[in-house]
């Protein structure tokens, strides 16, 4: 279970406040996309942890079911139109990804 594991955080996408918040509030965020779905789960990439723990004071890094539908039916990947994982990605300054 990664919940915690050192700077990273596991994001809800249930929780429709604090998604807004991460994604639209202009503080710099780097997300994994998880696949909660996958038969098989895939970990994030080491270099992953390695980043959240060399860059903690540029960004935040987190975790995210970007193919979990969200409260408004629809998933981060669909939202954004994301490609098959392994997926990575960056926002700030309330941009999108």
């Given amino acids: 279970d ?22 639209f509030g202009g503080a710099p965020w780097v997300f994994h996309c998880t696949d909660g779905q996958a ?20 960004a935040s890094f987190g975790l995210v079911d970007c193919w979990e539908r969200m409260p408004s039916g629809k998933t981060l990947a669909h939202r954004f139109d994301f490609p098959k994982p392994p997926v990575t990605f960056a926002v700030a300054n309330g941009d999108p990804p």
């Fill in 2 to 23: 990664l919940d915690g594991v050192g700077e990273v955080v596991r994001v809800d996408v249930q929780n429709v406040d604090w998604m807004k918040e991460v994604l």
């Fill in 39 to 58: 038969s098989v789960p895939v970990e994030p990439p080491p270099v992953f942890f390695e980043s959240a723990q060399d860059l903690r004071s540029v």
